[in-house]
């Protein structure tokens, strides 16, 4: 920017020498540079006040995205004070928020009139008031988003700018999030048009009003002044003094309009209750828009993470945070909890309850700034509901303070801990008599760490779209299976022993249902035990398994249903049991699997190795067995059936041939049928055909 400025004060300046030149030249009679000397000044004193201007509007953004973030966050004002300049006038405000942010807003103030025309030459111009109108407007989605001249203003792709982003993962900076760029404006040196920036700065688009006329940021020239009389002029012979000056010309014409100061805000007043900040923005019926945040008193209490929903279970904790609070102002303190059907839990500092209890606040050096509630239980006929938790701070003239929040209840801390997200570690063994929700709800990872511990449930539930969970280090004991009814998740297995002792050890989706698919399994470095089907896909998913061992009664990996096409890769891994390793049927309507194994060992005693309908196959390095004999296939509307095996490429019905493409590499296949008998076959529709 000072690039500019010296480039625009050379021009003048050589401009100057030039006309000082033409003027000797030209003229015997001595040249008065006076009024050159003073447009170059006024030019530059102009530039100087754009930039200063520009800085302020920059400001004001960054203000405004400040109050309308307080808004959404419930960090309300704290205090007000007057801003003073050197003469001890007011010129504005100095506001800060419960989070100790502070911004400050200046009053308005008029554009200057233009200075006297000197010695009967042409006023100057007036300062030009006009800047883009920056503003906020919320949308129907409860959303306040950027507008400019009234306008929503949009980003590249056409989405509108929200002024706020979402809020960070817990543990993080919880402000704003990626998608919450303020607009930037410049003015534009060469163009004197305002430039706009949606992109941190890092391009820059050109500013245009409702007519679609350029937005520059200097107006109109003031008026002229009169120009004054001549002087008379002196006798002959003698050289007679100079004539008197005219009078100065009259002041010129102020510039268009202009509230300068802080030019997204008109105004800011108050009251014991509120702050109103008036926008220069308009709303559609041509008023402007007010943002109305509360003000908080001297003390005040809130939640130190926010007020966001949470999740609660035995022993959870929640931090209260004070300002203000002393020995003298503290009397009381209250903790209610109360869900829609009207069940109510409340305690006070002086008495113990048995489903939560409040700490009574410390105070050191006389000052306290938190304490904690503590949940002990709850109650099952309220798990899995929302309750309201209000905890009231009244002080020695009874006076209440108010803090409160949703919070979601849940009879066990890892479910609560499920739903919050971040990591739940074992200390000891855990035994639950019920199935174990992880409601993890999208955008949000959980980790249960069972740390060489064992976990014992009915089963366990991942109801959530886009969850995405991982169990590590233990033991998973369940008496049914681990049931995904979900879509686009992410569950992963790694150093964990699953046994189920009923039922599948993992169901990712429902049978014919459509909307359960797109997750994505990873086991690694694990064992899966079933007395029926160790993982049984569902739709299109993705199953992904590493250095472990299934052992399974019916089938070690399925696809099945009408919904097909699955992805699944094994590496190094180990499958044995009575039925196939892996069985990926299939239907006419479904599309086409894709089936990698690279290593391992996989052992069926009843049937064959692998069989798969409508799959693209490579097996390579891997050992297959069979303890089956004799071998024998057949076919029918129902599916087929394969036996003593190494691989069966089978049709799905009768009369269709195997579809889809095979690689086989380096394979050890060991059947009981002997070492003669056919190892991989293929159904072409209406028979078997060797393949190897």
């Not at 190795?609 to 029918?636: F, R």
Request: with cysteine; net charge negative; glycine share 10%.
């Amino acid at each position: 920017m000072k690039k500019h400025k010296k480039s625009i004060k050379l021009v003048l300046r050589i401009l100057f020498l030039s006309l000082c030149f033409f003027a000797i030249k030209s003229s015997s009679c001595k040249y008065d540079d006076a009024e050159l000397r003073h447009n170059i000044q006024v030019i530059e004193n102009r530039v100087t006040t754009l930039e200063e201007w520009k800085t302020t509007v920059n400001t004001s953004i960054a203000s405004l995205k400040t109050v309308v973030n307080s808004l959404e966050t419930k960090n309300f004002i704290t205090k007000v004070e007057p801003v003073k300049d050197a003469e001890g006038k007011e010129i504005g405000y100095k506001i800060t928020f419960q989070n100790g942010e502070t911004i400050t807003i200046k009053h308005g103030i008029d554009g200057t009139d233009g200075e006297d025309g000197s010695d009967g030459k042409d006023g100057s111009n007036g300062v030009d008031g006009v800047t883009p109108v920056i503003g906020v407007a919320k949308h129907t989605d409860g959303i306040y988003y950027w507008t400019v001249n009234g306008e929503f203003l949009t980003d590249n792709n056409g989405k509108k700018m929200p002024v706020t982003g979402p809020k960070g993962e817990p543990g993080e900076d919880g402000k704003d999030g990626a998608n919450a760029i303020a607009p930037k404006l410049r003015i534009n040196h060469t163009t004197n048009v305002w430039e706009i920036s949606i992109d941190n700065g890092q391009t820059w688009n050109e500013m245009k009003d409702s007519n679609g006329e350029f937005i520059t940021a200097t107006g109109d020239k003031g008026d002229k002044g009169d120009k004054g009389d001549k002087g008379d002029k002196g006798d002959p012979g003698e050289k007679g003094k100079d004539g008197e000056k005219g009078d100065p010309g009259a002041v010129g014409a102020t510039g268009p309009s202009g509230e300068r100061g802080d030019s997204m805000f008109k105004s800011v007043t108050y009251t014991a209750d509120y702050v109103y900040f008036t926008l220069m923005a308009k709303d559609n019926t041509g008023a402007n828009i007010v943002l109305i945040v509360p003000r908080v008193s001297g003390i005040s209490i809130a939640f130190a993470d926010g007020n966001d929903l949470i999740a609660i279970g035995p022993g959870s904790v929640l931090t209260l945070n004070f300002t203000g609070l002393t020995p003298q102002t503290f009397n009381s303190l209250v903790a209610e909890l109360k869900n829609e059907s009207g069940i109510s839990n409340t305690d006070i500092v002086t008495r113990a309850n048995p489903f939560l209890t409040i700490a009574k606040p410390v105070f050191t050096n006389g000052n306290c700034e938190s304490t904690t509630i503590s949940f002990n239980m709850v109650l099952a006929e309220i798990s899995g509901e929302e309750a309201m938790l209000r905890v009231t701070l009244i002080d020695e003239k009874g006076k209440q303070y108010t803090a409160f929040r949703v919070v979601k209840c849940f009879t066990e801390a890892v479910e609560a801990a499920a739903y919050n997200g971040g990591t739940y570690k074992l200390t000891e063994d855990l035994t639950l008599y019920d199935y174990l929700a992880l409601d993890t709800p999208a955008g949000k990872k959980f980790t249960l760490d069972l740390n060489q511990k064992k976990l014992t449930a009915e089963g366990i539930t991942i109801p959530n779209d886009g969850s995405d969970i991982t169990f590590k280090n233990g033991d998973l004991d369940l008496n049914k299976d681990i049931g995904m009814k979900c879509s686009n998740s992410t569950v992963t297995f790694d150093g964990v022993d699953l046994n189920s002792n009923n039922d599948v050890a993992i169901r990712c989706g429902e049978n014919n249902n459509p909307n359960y698919k797109n997750n994505t399994i990873t086991i690694k470095n694990s064992t899966i035990n079933s007395p029926a089907t160790g993982i049984i896909l569902f739709n299109k998913n993705v199953l992904i398994v590493e250095n472990s061992k299934i052992t399974h009664n019916w089938f070690g990996i399925t696809q099945s249903g009408n919904y097909t096409g699955s992805n699944i890769k094994l590496t190094n891994t180990d499958i044995t049991g009575k039925y196939s390793g892996i069985y990926l049927s299939n239907q006419a309507t479904g599309l086409t699997n894709t089936l990698f194994v690279d290593g391992g060992n996989i052992h069926s005693t009843d049937e064959s190795a692998i069989e798969v309908k409508k799959t693209n196959i490579t097996v390579k390095n891997a050992t297959l067995s069979s303890d089956a004999t004799p071998q024998s296939y057949s076919v029918n509307a129902g599916g087929s059936n394969g036996v003593g095996y190494g691989i069966v490429l089978a049709g799905y019905t009768v009369g269709t041939a195997y579809e889809g493409t095979t690689s086989f590499e380096t394979n050890t296949i060991n059947l009981a049928a002997g070492a003669a008998a056919p190892k991989i076959v293929k159904y072409d529709g209406a028979g078997l055909i060797v393949v190897q």
